[in-house]
Structures are given as structure tokens and as C-alpha cells.
């Protein structure tokens, strides 16, 4: 449990190794966090949620970041308003790095001294723990991007090893489609499942799904540019209102990140995790909003899956794909191209782990029969259960070991900063 | 055709006799329109979708009332900014009513003279405009309720013939419930009912069903109070996310035109289309949130009813309640204590027709298989498949005619000045 | 008195004269009064600063009036929120006008029955309250032509008896420059003038002031047209740094009401109380802001005036000009062509009555010795002494019988909606 | 020459020593610039006005700079958007040292290598640079202010060497008044004063002046308590009505940085550059706004000097008082109590120089006569004049080298973030 608690910590370290002490304090919108943030906030979890409950006359490490690293838990008592996060300076990198060091300090010994009995108690709230921090690491990565973009010097975070080029339009062939029979189907994380899960993928239940067919790719960069090329931005009958109504609030003209090279007509670019890159057309398309991908959907006469559709047709995939703790082995967190292979690929339905979060057309809401967990840990993921839609899968963000098929990732539908894409459904 | 034409627009023109002049031209605010407005835009929508395709040459009454009068029809062309609906002065309250003439004259013409096959085509539109026009009936009431609230007089609409006193806390017994069993059950309007529906509806599908039980009376003020008096608005455990911090934005202390006479400790009012009333503690709790709603199941260790879930339990109860064309006869748009009995009321789920509409915790989304109606018109229901909650039951506000067992409303989380309740349900 | 009195409530009647109903209740925008609450509040000014301190055992005519139609007296009260004027509906336009024969019912009874003290007493405030309808009047007139100017229809208030045609570029001769020579001069009313100024006209006070020269006109639509057609809106060195973001924040592209008649460079138009017209290239501009005023004097290589240069200046002309009360009686409430002689202009400034209120440098600020009127009518002009700037003159909708050498009217620096034009000044 | 500007810049690099890393990125509400920003723009100012104009074929450190560190002149190329300078973490510190550098080695080849024609061109350019530095510098200690109170942690700058303690109320004596004659005085800067000065404060020029007195000492933490408990920020009578509202939306209470230790009823503290401290009585009262000023004056029966009056009063005593320069030596940047002696402190008119900034009653506007410096430095101060209000004296924050009689710092009325104070007038 120790050495699995070391490990994770120590990728936190690590995906930090890049940046400059001046990249852990900025806030460059409301929705991303400073990484100095999201270093203690990790670490205030095992503080409040483990330390805390388990050490007798615990003493916090600072009184004040029992304040300043609680993120959204009242049962946890007040909390710094979020879009002020990057507002401070203080604590700096290095007393954060302490934070954490104290910490680690201490679940150290916890972990060492505990009885088994206490220990039984304490496993699943580290499990949760380290999930947390898998978790934070993803949005880590999405959010100093987003920093980056902030600056005319469009600043790499990491250099890609290996630089695939662009490809010209029908490189990728149309995808083809892969079938589901009619029937009624579970969903949901089984009673006797003791591997980690949230709440919010129990319990299994019963669901009712009409034959369908699902993609057995995920969208491109090509795919898209098709779309954009086609008027997509400009055509109000392919948005919903909303989606309408934000394109033009906030002038979308393409994808989060995309640009063009100079003035109208230049080259088609991206900024990447390695700075500005020519888009590379096979890739998955990425950072595009719940509305941008029901837009691309209803143009393409297809919809988006919902989310059993998705569970059911992806949970015998095997849990292969381009992911962060993968990636960082090939140099690069980013969609891999469809024509770059991966080790283990198989199956019919390509590349629904890892790469791009998919969007699918749910609702984030409640499985019938949903509990949340009893007491403060309750709000993790049952009060959100309002206005975002579920993303399955994975991205090149997220680790490998912290994805699963039942897996229920959410997000507002003007979000885009994250690793998002999508994959066509169609009723069969 | 022509009658039902006639008698629904005559039904505007009554709904409208209780107000001054002035009362026809405020937006107090984005989300109300001014009751000249309602007058002129269902009066557009005949012009829009069936004089201006049917009659050969037609010239529209006014050419600035296309941009006026247009809601949120992207495919009929530009709109004013519908904030801004209560900025301007004319066209005036009596050159709507000459608009709202001429068209009645122009559609009068248009169906004594068609011949079959023309009228065959106009029939649906023809329907459709008058079930648009029933929903604006509601919507003209609940906004002028909101206007007549922003003035420190409260003035009233109309007196209540029929003064029920206020009731003792406990006058309403708990709640029944009834349960459902379990299975794969069909919602939606069939494919062969020719009877009005809207796209949303369709088509007709199967859903697995938990078991489930219903409770079999909406929840009252008397009930709601208690929350209130728990502390039910200083708890943010009870609340989603969103929902905690709209409350506290808003300031929220209470349902909306709820009030307490004089300060700290008085008499519990409401404000009613009769103007200021003492709470009666029997009625059905009105104009609540989705989010208040919630809370209120939370804490009553309950939940909201899914879509299916009402749909199932209702369908099969008599169209009875109190509405507004009813309403009208007895003198009062507004809930009924359940102690006052209404002709015919039998069945297992008392009042689920008429008095509020009911929260379900469904997002509105798209029925597996939906199609929007072809053309403009399509833009009717499909593109606000988002964020918005779905209701079902029609309200004191709603015409008799104008609801059905599997009628989708829908409205924002945080809306309130609708006619909006809840019942509650649980898991079997 | 009495009779005075009726004459100006008599003259604010006839103004409200060409308007519907519903013009009477529409607040285009914050600094705009719905014309009911003009009506209201200047009847509330006398009954709460005369009656209710005069008449023993006063009761008001109805209580909430004192709430919904006290401006910002705070020593009279909570008000009504200021941007909310228009989301009421009530109290009808009728019944307003209830209110204001109330009043003046109980006027005409104090002033008919008070003895030659109490008389005394109430003269001055009685005064007071006359100018301050007079000031509602104006406001009254550029309140409602913004109201009329956000319907797209544009309708007029009334016709222009007179029509003046638009003239050719050149029309108008270069303005003549009219020196005066450097020395100590007195500024503002005498202690002993006992005929009507407001407080802030007060003491009067020497000034030096450096030898100066005033154009013998104000800049016209064909002046102003040439800062346009020169880009003065696009070259940010003409303009205040509040002025250059304002004027990007706000797109502005060209005074407030012009526009141009169907698409790129259609003929120029404008928006009057007469409904859209030609531009008439010797009229006085008007409807630009002490930006727009500043902006085109330091491209015409001059200066504003400051308001003791204007006052110097100005003092001696005859009180001749373009007033409401005279243009009543020609038909326009509109500035008057430079080409068409006004009886009795003579003197070497013309046009410095009436027409456009014309913006000084000045910052409004206290006089030195300045004392505030004792108790709640201190609130009038006072506290107001700070972000806005002088005007002076008089203009197309002030009275004759209320404007004087040595008013200084003052507004916010942004302010278009007034009738506010310019005259340039320069160091001699 | 060089210098001189080896020790301002040295200086800039002093102030800096007590910061973390961290420090230099927050950019804490929109007025306040990131530490780094301020170094970079301080550079930019010497590249873009002296080394691109007088190097011939000058290529800049990075083209990209230009851009960013800009600060708002538009004759010199568009700008970074000011309220997101601090949303990027590149260029990071050490590359804006980097550019520092980079200027330094520039500006010394320029300096050491120009012929003496050149050299003539540049000295004023270079002398204006070095003030602008003076005035960042001052910004940067406001700004790093700001930052720090915005952390829960309340991180001390520096030490104060030399703790004053806390002193009871009545501790400092009433102020006496030095009153000054009627007449027409000469204002401003000489024409033939060669030495440093801004376009601003000039021409020389005369004004009348009215017999005045003004206070011999600034107002006082203990005078402004005084205010306090009287009630003074809930006495609307006693403020403008802009600050009212502003005190009404900000929720005002007390100055900026003044917070009670504890709940209600808690020692009296404030925040300073050495971290959280108990209110001295007998200091200069710091961090108000124009409006709290201008209250605390009409409630203490007085008034704010206007600016000549400031100016006549002070520009004959001796350039002594706690400056940043000064105070370097004693160890703290905070206003001085009055019980303590400054070096050289004579004259009737105490502690003009230094301390805080006082507030004048006079609008920031020009001149008579004035001309703003010709081509883009014309930007410098000109363009500002609209809705700010004029200084005098000099700071704790300033150089003692950057202050003269007759300099004129502005800002907003409602500007509480730099050290500002007030000294009381009033009319003989």
C-alpha cells in the first residue's frame, strides 16, 4: 500500500519536472487551477480525510491550509473562493513541496505503525486517495496548458520524441461501424466488484438499449476540418440553442487550441503540450465541447452514444491506449495518430481507451439505486449530478491504472480545456 | 378548425381582460416576455408558418414584426434581443390587437376559401400553432405574475371567488405510496396516435423500469415548511452543487413569492395572482426550483420521480385538475388545497394533472430514435435538449386541452416563476 | 405662485401630450426615467418637501409612493432601485395622474389658505420645485427619445412643422473667433441677486483667467462630419484614454441617433423626435458625449471652453434661442440650422442659448465657499460633485424661463442621450 | 549620466530582494501589476524610446516584448490586455532579469559610445525613463502590497526595524491651521526650470486663490477612528454619492488593509509591508480613497485643499519626510507617527513631503495653456485627464530624488491601494 502511494506521489514529482517555478502559481481562467494548488490540495486530501481521522490529536500541518486546499467540501468546513486560487503567492513552490513532504512524512509512519485493523480502515480511503491524485494529475497537465496558451510565447511543456507529420484529407479511411443487438443490458459496477470504482458507477442495474451501431474510430483532426470547412461555425440548425448561443458569446471558430498560421488562409495549427505544431490530420480531434461534438455529430448524420452504449460496447476492449504514464515513455501527452499503431491494440472498437475523453449524450445524473458514500467524502461526485454530460475512457492525460470501462467522467457542455473528443453513434 | 381557432384565441383575449394597459408592455426580466409580446409573437407564428407558405403572394402585415415578433427561429430569420423585449413602447398595445385581427382575418380567409388538400397540410400547423399559442397562455400568466410581484403594491390579477382559509401544521396526512413493478415498459406517444403531440415525444420506446413507488400527493406547503424550519436553506449537504451556490447568490430563503408579514417571526405569505394571501398549509407547494425540489426530496429521504416513472404512473389516471380554463370557473389561477375536492378526482395518484407542474430528476434529452419535425419548425423542441429538466402534469396555469400524460416540459434548474411542485418517489 | 405653478404642471402635461399609453412605462436603459415616474416624482417633490412639512398632521396619498418615487433623497428615505423604474407596471399611467391632481388639489388648497409667513416660507422651496419639474421636463423629452429610438419602427414624437433641408458640405463658414483679455473676473450669482439659481451656482468668486478666444458658434453636423470622414474615431491619439476604451467597449462609430441609411456608405440619417431624417449639416451637433466633444476639439487644433471662460463669455448675450417652450411653438424640439435666423439673435456669440447644452472642460466641482443647501435638499446638486463635467446654455428642450448665463448643468463624461453639442475655445 | 542610471536601476533590484519567486507572477486585481511586469516594462521603456530610436538598425531582445510589456501606448503598438498580466508564468523572472540585462549592456554601449549631439538628444529621454522607473517602483511596493494581503497567510515584506508602539487616543494634539492670503498667485512649473519635471506641471500660470488655512499635520489613524465610531461610513449625508454607492457595493467599513483582530470588537489592526500590526494612533492614516477623504473632511467641518492651494502652502518647505529611499535606511515602508522626529523636520506645514500621498479636492486636468510632449510620449500624462483626482507630496512608497512641490500624482476616486492620506482646509 506504501510502495503504491509512493508511486503515485512520485509521478506528481515527476509530471512537474518541466515546468519553471513561476508555471505552479498562475490561474489563467476560473476553471483551472494553479499546479501549486492542485500540489497541496493532493496532499490536504490524505491530511484531512486519512491523517486527520486517524492519528489521535492530529495537529495540521498549517492551520491555514485547511482553508486554502479544501476544494469544494463543506463537510469539511469553509474553503478559499476557487477563481481566486491563483491570486496568492504565499505559500510558494517550495513551502507546498514541504506541505507535501510533511505529509508524506506522516502517512509514512501511519502506514508503518497502524494495527491490520486500522489499517483495513484506512485502505480504502488511500485507494480513494491515490485515484484523487491520479485524478488531479490529468487536470494538472490540461491546466498548464491552458497556462501556456495564455502567453504569446506559446512555451513547450515537453518536446515530443517523436514527431509525426501532417497527413493530407482521406488519409483516414470513413469509419466503419460496428453493431449491437436490442436487448436488456447491466451497466454499472457489480456488487462483488471489490477493485477500486466511484459511487457514481454503482449500482449495476438494468438498462434497455435499442440496437444500435457505434464507430470503430474516434473522430480526426480531418474529420473535423471538414466540418469547419463546410460552414459547421457558421450553420445555427446543427447547434443546440445553448451551443449556439456560446459560439457566439465567445466567437468559436474552431477547436480550443486550434490557430491559423498568419493571416485568413495560413496553415492549420495547434498549440500541443509541445507548443505550435501543423495539425496533423489523423489525430484524434481535441478539446472540442459537448456542443461542438453533438454539432460535428448531427452533421455527420450520426448522434452521439450514450453512455451504456459506450459501456457496453467498449468493457471487452482491452485496456490498451495512448495514456500519460504510457506516454511519457514515448515522449508525448497528446492524441497519438490513427496510423501510428499501439502495442495490444485489438478489437472492434479502436482507440476508446486513452487519447481523448469521448463525450457521449448522457446527462451526468444518478444510476438508479445511487448512494453516495456516507459523510463529507458524499460530495466526491453525487452533488454534481447537474448540467454536464459523461465522458468515457480515458485521454493521454490519464493514467492507465486509474481508467476502467465503467468509469464516468463529467464535464460542463461549454467545457473544452480538457482532453475531449468524441466518436460517432448511430441507431442500428 | 376554425372554431377551435377561434375559441383559443378568444381564450387569450380573455385571459387578458384584468389587465391595464401598462401591465402589457414590462419584462421584469430576461426570462419573462411583456404580454403584448405573447399577443404578437403566437399571432406571428400563424403568419410565419402558415399564411406566408400557403397564401400565394403573401405580404406580411408588417415587415418589422418578422424581427420583432420572432422568438428563437434561426431558419425564419434574425430576432430582436429577447432581453430587450421590454425596452420598447410600439408597436402599442392596440396595434397588436389590430395585428392579432388582421391575421385572424387573413387565416379566416385562408381556411374558408383552401380547398381539401390544402387544408389537409394546414391542419397539423394549424394544431401545432394552437397548442404553441395554449403555452403562451400559461406563460403570459406566469409572467404577468412576475411583473405584478416587482412592484411594491402587489397588485392582483384577479380575486379568488373561493377563499380557502389557511390550515394548522399536520391538516395533511402524510403521503401514500404507490408502488410499480419492476420490467421493460413503453413510453412516448405511439406511432399510430394521431392525436396532438409534440416531436419530443416520440417515438414510443421501451425502458427498463425498476421497481419503484409514488408518492400519492404532490408535496404541500405545510410539508415544505418543515424543510424551511429544519434549516432545510442553511444545509448544503442537502443541496447539489449548483444548487448551494445559486442559493446563496440568490440569496434564497425560501420559494419564490413566499414571504414573511412584517419582520423577523411573521405570518408565513404568498404572493398569488389575487395578490398577498396567508400560506395555506394544504396547497401544493408551488414555484420551487429543480434545485430546491431536489433539496426538499433529499431531505424528506426521497427522491424525484423519473420521466418513465411519472409517465407509467400517471397515464392511466382521468385528465382532472385544476387548470386554468377550469381554474377560470372557479375564479382562481393558482394551487388547490387538497382538501377541496375536484369533480371526477379518482385514482391511485391524486393530482398529478393541473395545480403545478412536477419536477422529474430526468435531464431533457432526446427519446432513443428522435427525430425533430422537418424544417424550421424542427427547431421547436430538439435544440433546447440541454441543461433543462423535464416536468410533467401541467399546471393551474396550463388549459385542460392543452396536457397530456406524456407531455414533456422543461425548464432550467433554477427557474422558478413557472407553476412549478414536486411529488416524490423512492426506490421499491 | 399659484399661477406659476399651474403653468409649468400645465406645460409638463402637454409635453406627455403626443405620447401612448405604453410610452409612458419603458426604461430604455438605466439613466433613463420611465415618463410615468417624471410624472410621479415631481408631484412627489412638492408633496414630500412642501406639504408633508407645511400641512400639519399630512397624510401622504399613498405611502409607497414615498419609497417608489423619491429619486435619491436619502435623507427622505429608501428608494426604489433606480434601474428598475421600468419593471413595474403599477401604478397605472391613470393613476399617476391621480397623484398629480392630488397634489396639486393640496397645493392650491396650502398655498390659497397659508397665512404671508407660512407663504414666505414655502415660496422658495416652492420656486425650487418648479425648476426642478422644468429640469424633469427635459429629461422627460431625451428620456423618451431613447425609448423611441430602441423600437425599430423609430416613431416620432411629433412632426416638425418646419423642415429644414439638408445642406451641401461648406454651407456653414469657418466659425469666427471672439477675444477676451486676461484679468480677474467675477463668476457666478451675486449674493444679493434674489431671482432663482440652484446652490451650486454659489458664491460667486474671482477667477483669473488667461486671455482666451471663443468661437462665435457651435460646431455643426458638417464640422463634426469632417472629424469622421478624417477617422476621428479610429485614431486613438485624439482621444482621452477613457475615452478610446469606452468608444471600443461601446463600438461607437458616430454620435448617438446617426446612422446611415441601408449599407456601406448610404446617405447619413439621423434619429429626432421627428422619427429618422436627413442630416442637416448646420444644425449643431448633437448627442456627443464630452468624449466625442473632447476628441473633436483637439483635432480642430482648439479646446473646450472652460465654463468661467463660458460664463465671461456668454453673460451679456441676450437670452435668445431654440428653447422647448419657444420650439413648441414652432414645431421642433430639435437643434435649429444655423441658416435660420431666431428672433432677436444679435451679440457675438450665437447660438449660446438653447439649441445644445455645450460641454466645458471643466470637472463639476464645488465653488470655493460653496455651502450646500441646508438639510435633505443639500442632497440636490452637491453630492452629485464629482466624474461629471459642466455644460452650459441651455438647450432645444430646456425652458426659456429656466436656463441662465450662470446654470451649470452637468452630466457623466459618457453621456450621449442628453441634447449636448460643443463650441470650441482657444488660448488667445 | 550612466551613473545615475546604474543606481535607479540598482534600486529597482533592491526593492526586489525580500521577494519569493512567486511573488513577481500575482497579479491581484486589475490595477496591480506583477512584480515582473513592472521590471519588464520599466526596460521596455528605454528599448522602445531611446535604444529603437537612437541605435541605428536596433533589433529587439524579443519581439514578442514589444507586445507584452507595453503598457498603454498606442503610438507605439497594440497591448497585452491589463487585467491578464498576470495569467501568464513566461517570459519567467530570470528571463526578465535577462532582459534587464540585456537593456543594461544596451543602454551602456549607447551611453559610453554616443557622440555628444546624441548624447543631448538622449539625456531627457533618459532622465524621463528614470522617473518612470521611480514611479514603478512605487507601484511595485502598492502592488506587492496588495498581493500579499491577498493570502490568508499575511507575509511580511520586510521587518520594521524600528516598531513604534500602538499610542492612545488623544495622543496627538488637534491640528493647527497656517492660513495664507487672497491673491493671484503663479502655480506650476517655470519655463526656465531646467531641472526634472513632467509635461503636466506646466505652463507656470496664474490663479486667483482665496484666503485659506491649512493643517499643520496629515490626518491620523487616531482622527480617522474618530470618524469611525461616529458612525461615518453609514452616514450617507456625510458622502458623495459615487462613494456612497461605491462604499454600499465594496461594503466599506474602514480603509483598505484596517481589519479587527477577532470577531466584533477586536483590536484595531492593520496590514502593513511587515505583515499584520496593531493601528498606531498617531501615524498618518493610509489607504483611503477620495471619497472616504472627502467624508472624513465634511465631517470634520473642514475640506480637502485643492491643488494650488497645496502647492503655495508646501513649496517652501524643505524636501525632508519618510521616504522609500529614506525609510530603506530606518527599515520600513509605512507612514511615520507623528511622535517621531524626522531629520531636518521644520517649517509650519508638517510632513507635506513623504508619509502619504494627499488627496486634493482638484480634478486632474490641464493646465492652462498646457502641451502635452510631442508623439507618443505625448501619452505619458495628457490622455489621463477625465474622472481622476490629483496628489500631492510624495509617499513612504516614493524616492525622495522623484518628488517635487509641484508634481502632480492622480488617481480614481475610488483608488485605496496606494498610500494615500489627507490633510484637512478650509476657507478663512
Not at 480550443?256 to 498549440?271: E, K, P, S, V
Request: net charge negative; charged share 25%.
Amino acid at each position: 500500500m506504501l510502495m503504491r502511494y509512493k508511486a503515485v506521489r512520485k509521478f506528481t514529482r515527476r509530471l512537474c519536472r518541466p515546468l519553471a517555478l513561476e508555471d505552479y502559481v498562475v490561474q489563467s481562467m476560473a476553471d483551472v487551477s494553479p499546479t501549486k494548488w492542485h500540489l497541496a490540495h493532493t496532499s490536504w486530501f490524505y491530511e484531512r480525510f486519512i491523517l486527520q481521522e486517524f492519528v489521535p490529536g492530529y495537529e495540521p500541518v498549517n492551520e491555514a491550509y485547511y482553508f486554502l486546499f479544501n476544494s469544494y467540501y463543506n463537510g469539511a468546513g469553509p474553503q478559499h473562493c476557487r477563481p481566486s486560487r491563483g491570486l496568492i503567492s504565499r505559500p510558494t513552490v517550495e513551502q507546498v513541496y514541504d506541505y507535501r513532504r510533511s505529509i508524506n512524512r506522516r502517512m509514512g509512519e501511519l502506514l508503518l505503525n497502524a494495527d491490520d485493523a486500522t489499517l483495513d480502515q484506512i485502505a480504502p480511503r488511500l485507494t480513494l486517495g491515490l485515484h484523487h491524485e491520479q485524478q488531479h494529475q490529468e487536470l494538472l497537465l490540461t491546466d498548464i496548458k491552458h497556462v501556456f496558451s495564455s502567453s504569446p510565447l506559446l512555451p513547450a511543456y515537453h518536446a515530443f520524441d517523436d514527431e509525426p507529420a501532417g497527413n493530407g484529407p482521406g488519409d483516414v479511411d470513413e469509419p466503419g461501424w460496428v453493431g449491437f443487438d436490442a436487448g436488456v443490458y447491466e451497466v454499472g459496477v457489480p456488487a462483488d466488484d471489490e477493485s477500486f470504482h466511484f459511487d457514481n458507477e454503482t449500482p449495476r442495474h438494468k438498462r434497455y438499449v435499442a440496437a444500435f451501431e457505434l464507430a470503430d474510430r474516434p473522430v480526426t483532426n480531418g474529420d473535423y476540418l471538414a466540418f469547419i470547412e463546410d460552414g459547421g461555425y457558421r450553420r445555427a440548425e446543427l447547434w443546440l440553442s445553448l451551443g449556439w448561443s456560446t459560439l457566439q458569446a465567445d466567437d468559436w471558430q474552431m477547436p480550443l487550441y486550434w490557430f491559423r498560421d498568419g493571416a485568413q488562409g495560413g496553415a492549420w495549427m495547434q498549440f500541443t503540450l509541445a507548443g505550435a505544431k501543423p495539425l496533423v490530420l489523423d489525430e484524434p480531434v481535441c478539446h472540442v465541447s459537448y456542443f461542438e461534438a453533438d454539432a460535428y455529430a448531427r452533421w455527420a448524420g450520426a448522434r452521439l452514444p450514450d453512455e451504456a452504449e459506450w459501456e457496453l460496447a467498449c468493457r471487452d476492449q482491452p485496456m490498451q491506449g495512448n495514456f500519460a504514464d504510457s506516454a511519457a515513455g514515448v515522449g508525448r501527452i497528446h492524441p497519438l495518430p490513427l496510423s501510428v499503431a499501439i502495442d495490444g491494440e485489438v478489437g472492434r472498437v479502436r482507440r476508446c481507451f486513452g487519447d481523448v475523453w469521448e463525450w457521449t449524450r448522457s446527462s451526468y445524473s444518478a444510476y438508479p439505486g445511487y448512494r453516495p458514500w456516507p459523510g463529507t467524502l458524499g460530495e466526491y461526485n453525487g452533488k454534481f449530478m447537474c448540467n454536464q454530460y459523461v465522458l468515457r475512457g480515458g485521454s493521454c492525460g490519464s493514467s492507465q491504472s486509474h481508467v476502467r470501462a465503467t468509469y464516468r467522467n463529467f464535464f460542463a457542455p461549454e467545457a473544452r480545456w480538457q482532453f475531449t473528443g468524441l466518436r460517432l453513434a448511430r441507431d442500428a
